[in-house]
C-alpha cells in the first residue's frame, strides 16, 4: 500500500485501521458483511492487493493498492477480474466498484481511478457519496487534516 500512496500522493489510514476491517465481525449489523483480502502474487511476492466486502447479494470493492514494479503485469486488473468472478461464486448478483469522480476529466488527479473502475463495463450510479461518522474524534480529525493536505486530495 505505501507505494500506491507515495505514487498517487494520497493519504490513507494507519494500517491499524485495515487490521480492523479485517478482523471486525459485522455479522450482528443491519447488513452483516464478510471481508475478503484478496492478492495478486508472482512468484510469492505480491503485486496488487484488495479488501472485498460480500454482503447478501452485492461484492463491494473496499480498498485496493498495488506494487510500483511489474506494474506491466497490470495485476490490478486481474484481481479484481478475479474478485468479480469470486463474488459470483459466492452467490453476488451485484458488483460495486465504489466511488469515482464525478468529473471524468483526464487533468482530475483521480482520472485513472475513474478510467480503471470504469474499464470493467456495467452501469456508472450517482450517489450521494460515502459520509464519515467517526468514534474517536481526535483520530478523525488527524486523519482528515492529513487526507485534505494530501496533494493528491480530492473533493
Known amino acids: 500500500m505505501n507505494q500506491t500512496v507515495k505514487r498517487n500522493r494520497i493519504a490513507v489510514q494507519e494500517k491499524d485501521y485495515f487490521h480492523q476491517v479485517l478482523s471486525t465481525d459485522a455479522e450482528d449489523t443491519i447488513s452483516p458483511a464478510e471481508i475478503k483480502l484478496l492478492l495478486a ?7 496488487a492487493g484488495m479488501f472485498l466486502a460480500l454482503s ?3 461484492a463491494t470493492y473496499l480498498y485496493g493498492a498495488s506494487a510500483s514494479h511489474h506494474r506491466e503485469m497490470m495485476a490490478p486488473y486481474l484481481l479484481q477480474w478475479n474478485a468479480i468472478q469470486y463474488a459470483q461464486q459466492m452467490g453476488c448478483s451485484e458488483y460495486d466498484l465504489f466511488g469515482i469522480s464525478s468529473n471524468p476529466d483526464p487533468a482530475n488527479p483521480m482520472y ?3 478510467r480503471f473502475k470504469t474499464g470493467f463495463g456495467g452501469k456508472v450510479r450517482h450517489r450521494l457519496g460515502c459520509w464519515d461518522y467517526p468514534f474517536r474524534h481526535d483520530d478523525y480529525e488527524h486523519f482528515r487534516m492529513t487526507e485534505i493536505l494530501s496533494p493528491g486530495f480530492h473533493q
Do not use: A, D, K, V
Not at 502474487?41 to 503485486?47: A, F, R, S, V
Open 112 to 114: 485513472g481511478l475513474y
Open 41 to 47: 502474487e508472482i512468484n510469492g511476492t505480491p503485486l
Open 56 to 58: 447478501q447479494s452485492r
